[in-house]
T-cell receptor, first 111, second 111 residues
Framework: DADVTQTPRNRITKTGKRIMLECSQT?????MYWYRQDPGLGLRLIYY???????NKGEISDGYSVSRQAQAKFSLSLESAIPNQTALYFC??????????FGPGTRLLVL | AQSVSQHNHHVILSEAASLELGCNYS??????LFWYVQYPGQHLQLLLK??????LVKGIKGFEAEFIKSKFSFNLRKPSVQWSDTAEYFC?????????FGAGTTVTVRA
C-alpha cells in the first residue's frame, strides 16, 4: 500500500551493528505498529504507538527501540543487531476504524 | 494470554476446489476479527473483518468468513479457488488496540 512506506526494503548487516528501519504514512493515522514476521510464527508485535508522545512495548521488544518523530513517522532501531533478528519487518498504521494497513516490509539479514 | 490458532500450516488444492481455513482464538471478551492475505513477495492486505452484526462476513475476491462465538472460531472460506489465490493467509484478533496473529496458512493452488 503506497500510503505506508518503509525504508530500506532490504538490508544486510553484521552482528553488533546499529541499524534503523523507517516507516512513513500518509493516511493520517494516529496509531502505528512494528511487527516482525518469521516463518511458522506469523507476525509478532514489537512496539506500538498511539500518538507522538506514546510508546508501548509489544510481545518481543527486547533488543529493539523505537522513535515516533511525528504523527507520520515511526522508526525501529536495532541497537546491536544479532543473527536471530534476521526477519521480515512490517510497519502498520490504524485509524479509528482499527483496521491495520501494512507497509511493504523490510527484509533484514544479520550476518 | 490471548492466542490465535490456525489449524493448517500448508494447504494444497486444485483450481475450482473449495477452500476452508480454520481459525480459533482464546480471548473471551469482545473481539474484532480479521483475515489478511499475503501474496508472494507482497505485504499483508485485508481480506475481510468482523466487528459486529451479521456473523457471516463477505470480503474481497469472493472470500467469506463466519464468526461462531460459541466455538471461538472465525473460519475463512472460498467456494472455488483460482491459481491467483496462492498466498499465505493470516487470521488476527484485535484486543486493546493490538492485533494478535495466527501462524499463517500457506495455500498453494495448482492449475
Amino acid at each position: 500500500d503506497a500510503d505506508v512506506t518503509q525504508t530500506p526494503r532490504n538490508r544486510i548487516t553484521k552482528t553488533g551493528k546499529r541499524i534503523m528501519l523507517e516507516c512513513s504514512q500518509t493516511k493520517g493515522h494516529d496509531r502505528m505498529y512494528w511487527y516482525r514476521q518469521d516463518p511458522g510464527l506469523g507476525l509478532r508485535l514489537i512496539y506500538y504507538s498511539f500518538d507522538v508522545k506514546d510508546i508501548n512495548k509489544g510481545e518481543i521488544s527486547d533488543g529493539y527501540s523505537v522513535s515516533r518523530q511525528a504523527q507520520a513517522k515511526f522508526s525501529l532501531s536495532l541497537e546491536s543487531a544479532i543473527p536471530n533478528q534476521t526477519a521480515l519487518y512490517f510497519c502498520a498504521t490504524a485509524g479509528i476504524g482499527e483496521t491495520q494497513y501494512f507497509g511493504p516490509g523490510t527484509r533484514l539479514l544479520v550476518l | 494470554a490471548q492466542s490465535v490458532s490456525q489449524h493448517n500450516h500448508h494447504v494444497i488444492l486444485s483450481e475450482a476446489a473449495s477452500l476452508e481455513l480454520g481459525c480459533n482464538y482464546s480471548y473471551g471478551g469482545t473481539v474484532n476479527l480479521f483475515w489478511y492475505v499475503q501474496y508472494p513477495g507482497q505485504h499483508l492486505q485485508l481480506l475481510l473483518k468482523y466487528f459486529s452484526g451479521d456473523p457471516l462476513v463477505k470480503g474481497i475476491k469472493g472470500f467469506e468468513a463466519e464468526f461462531i462465538k460459541s466455538k471461538f472460531s472465525f473460519n475463512l472460506r472460498k467456494p472455488s479457488v483460482q491459481w491467483s489465490d496462492t498466498a499465505e493467509y493470516f487470521c488476527a484478533v484485535r484486543n486493546d488496540y493490538k492485533l494478535s496473529f495466527g501462524a499463517g496458512t500457506t495455500v498453494t493452488v495448482r492449475a
